[in-house]
């Protein structure tokens, strides 16, 4: 489907319904929900591409991969996360992608997630998670050897350290995402384990907040059978708050996109009041693009209908987390949970006036890592190349119809969204193990080659959501595939 940016203003509301899957109501048909017995059948004939385009599979057998990147040569380097939904801990691993498919160990880290990796001048930058002992960015020789250049980021939560991506400037910008889904800890921080391990831990602002004193009532996984608890915003668990406090901006913070110049272990803050950064992309003109994914239905102060975004960053600007969703304020009827209150606002005044996104894509989409093309030989100069890790219902919020499992093209100039990669078969779609096929499970990123030719696309592999809070990630069976651009036949 197509919608323009004349439309933004409506998108949120109105224009999401148009894409498949968007309808997110209550009937539970998310694409994660699915039986499934390895190993993983890989068929290129399954997945949908525009006329004169071809799909390849470069490698298979990968756990949890999340990023792609070349050397010199063009070689492909890919990190495995070491770190998977449902607290399922592996390997954090860089793995060169031989010619024959073969992978090859150059290191291993032990602050999962790894959540993606770029080179620049002869070495690695990956992003750990940190989800056990706070985020890092890491520089990473070919022969294994790996030195943090930033540690201790707020990276215990939800979201993790992402990114990384080289600028115009030489620089490294990354993304750090928030602690929580949408401001306040609540029990379902407990259920994504991390709460137990990090009990003061909560979202921190980037500069000074004052505070509406809104907080919010739930039972205590801390102390079970105790009574309920109330939480207010940037705070502990069980923390209430007042109206006009003020919360302290500190550096680092969380849901933000920080620069790392060349020489410094100072990150410094270029924009803050996302949700969750992951995917960080500079456009041929130079300017920074960022994915962000949007929020859930779920946790104390929940959120309805929130699309995942594509965010064109301006130096020093407030997104809008937590009290703004795509540009536009929570506390209307739009973001209410069915049979709920319609949200309110925890902020006494917003920091800022919160920009409009480029693009919106579907809710619960989880729209992640990209690319632009720049090169004529492959098409679409200009335009973005999104991964879009599909949708976990009904974990995150119910769908009528699988959302994401695909990779989509995005017009910058226009927010024009085009499917560019998905699965073929029946139905409304979703990973390849649901359809019965052997396409795309999970695209998690999208990285053109160094010639531009060749967009490689990292498939996470296998994940079932069998029910809320039953998710099962399945090991080696991400993939690595490579699509390129057939010649056009010479003319008689």
């Known amino acids: 489907?197509?919608?323009?940016?004349?439309?933004?203003?409506?998108?949120a509301a109105c224009a999401l319904l148009l894409l498949p899957g968007c309808f997110h109501l209550f009937a539970g048909g998310g694409g994660g929900s699915t039986d499934f017995k390895p190993p993983r059948r890989v068929s290129p004939a399954d997945v949908a591409l525009p006329e004169g385009y071809r799909i390849e599979v470069v490698a298979t057998g990968l756990t949890y991969p999340t990023g792609v990147t070349f050397d010199d040569d063009g070689t492909?380097?890919?990190?495995?996360?070491?770190?998977?939904?449902?607290?399922?801990?592996?390997?954090?691993?860089?793995?060169?992608?031989?010619k024959d498919g073969r992978l090859t160990e150059v290191a291993r880290g032990e602050h999962p997630p790894w959540t993606g990796v770029t080179y620049h001048q002869g070495a690695f930058y990956v992003a750990e998670g940190g989800v056990q002992g706070g985020g890092r960015i890491v520089r990473i020789t070919p022969d294994g050897h790996a030195t943090p250049l930033v540690s201790n980021l707020p990276s215990l939560?939800?979201?993790?350290?992402?990114?990384?991506?080289?600028?115009?400037?030489?620089?490294?910008?990354?993304?750090?995402?928030?602690?929580?889904?949408?401001?306040?800890?609540?029990?379902?921080?407990?259920?994504?384990?991390?709460?137990?391990?990090?009990?003061?831990?909560?979202?921190?602002?980037?500069?000074?907040?004052?505070?509406?004193?809104?907080?919010?009532?739930s039972d205590n996984p801390l102390a079970p059978n105790t009574g309920q608890v109330q939480t207010g915003a940037f705070v502990p668990f069980g923390t209430e708050t007042k109206p006009g406090q003020v919360i302290k901006g500190t550096l680092p913070c969380s849901g933000a996109v920080f620069r790392l110049v060349p020489g410094s272990t100072a990150p410094e803050l270029v924009a803050w009041g996302f949700r969750n950064p992951f995917g960080l992309a500079f456009a041929p003109n130079g300017r920074l693009y960022v994915t962000e994914n949007g929020h859930d239905v779920r946790g104390s102060r929940p959120l309805f209908g929130v699309a995942d975004h594509l965010w064109e960053v301006e130096q020093g600007a407030w997104y809008g987390f937590p009290d703004f969703a795509g540009g536009k304020p929570v506390d209307q009827e739009w973001f209410k949970v069915p049979g709920g209150e319609v949200p309110r606002r925890v902020l006494q005044e917003p920091p800022g006036t919160p920009p409009q996104p480029v693009a919106f894509f579907g809710v619960h989409s989880s729209s992640n890592r990209l690319d632009f093309s720049r090169n004529p030989e492959f098409?679409?100069?200009?335009?973005?190349?999104?991964?879009?890790?599909?949708?976990?219902?009904?974990?995150?919020?119910?769908?009528?119809?699988?959302?994401?499992?695909?990779?989509?093209?995005?017009?910058?100039?226009?927010?024009?969204?085009?499917?560019?990669?998905?699965?073929?078969?029946?139905?409304?779609?979703?990973p390849a193990s649901k359809l019965g096929k052997a396409g795309l499970e999970r695209p998690i990123d999208a990285r053109f080659d160094p010639s531009g030719k060749a967009l490689y696309i990292v498939d996470y592999g296998v994940m079932l959501v069998k029910a809320k809070g039953v998710i099962m990630p399945f090991e080696k069976t991400g993939v690595l595939w490579r699509i390129t651009r057939a010649a056009p036949e010479a003319k008689p």
């Open 379 to 430: 098409g679409h100069v200009g335009e973005a190349f999104v991964a879009q890790f599909g949708d976990q219902a009904p974990d995150t919020g119910e769908t009528m119809a699988p959302v994401g499992f695909k990779v989509v093209r995005v017009d910058v100039s226009n927010g024009v969204i085009e499917d560019f990669a998905a699965n073929k078969g029946r139905g409304s779609g979703g």
């Open 1 to 11: 489907m197509r919608f323009p940016s004349s439309a933004r203003p409506l998108l």
């Open 157 to 217: 939560g939800d979201h993790h350290t992402n990114g990384p991506a080289v600028g115009p400037d030489g620089a490294l910008y990354f993304g750090v995402g928030t602690a929580t889904n949408s401001g306040v800890v609540g029990p379902d921080n407990a259920s994504m384990g991390w709460l137990k391990r990090n009990p003061a831990f909560h979202d921190v602002p980037c500069r000074n907040v004052t505070l509406a004193g809104v907080n919010y009532p």
């Open 76 to 98: 492909p380097y890919v990190t495995e996360s070491g770190y998977s939904y449902g607290e399922d801990f592996t390997e954090a691993r860089l793995v060169r992608v031989e």
